[in-house]
């Protein structure tokens, strides 16, 4: 599939090697040109985007060193960092943990598909928005094969 948008470089931080292989499987397959990068963990999420260039990161909640909500404080705390486009990725589909991620501004929360299928879905769904241009799909997570709009009430 090609890039329907700008995204040159992903990065996935996750520290679950299974899901980081899958993920990077698809991309590769079906986004050709899209650079996938990994860290599986939060001190080496902060660091990695202070040297590379990161059009969308993808974040884990549960990862050593910093977890993924000390990640996205730190990021959206930052001159340089606090307008990335930021999806947590998370094994969590409890609301609490979706509501956290969005008070803390996180821009979409895709809970970890079940199936190579469902995850591919969500990466279509997810990587054809232009980030810049399409702020409606911001607030919106992706859980059982479906985009949701959030709302504070769940």
Request: proline share 4%; glycine share 2%.
């Amino acid at each position: 599939m090609k890039n329907t948008n700008s995204l040159e470089h992903i990065l996935l931080a996750d520290d679950d090697k299974d899901h980081t292989l899958l993920f990077e499987r698809i991309i590769s397959k079906e986004y050709s040109s899209i650079k996938v990068s990994n860290v599986n963990d939060g001190e080496q999420l902060i660091y990695f985007l202070h040297l590379y260039k990161v059009d969308l990161l993808f974040l884990d909640l549960n990862m050593p060193c910093k977890n993924g909500y000390e990640c996205l404080q730190e990021i959206r705390k930052d001159p340089a960092l606090k307008e990335l486009p930021i999806v947590v990725y998370s094994n969590s589909a409890h609301m609490s943990d979706i509501q956290k991620s969005f008070i803390l501004r996180a821009d979409f929360y895709l809970v970890k598909p079940f199936s190579t299928e469902h995850l591919r879905t969500a990466l279509q769904s997810i990587l054809s928005v232009n980030w810049n241009e399409e702020p409606h799909i911001k607030n919106h997570y992706f859980i059982n094969n479906r985009l949701v709009p959030f709302t504070a009430t769940g």
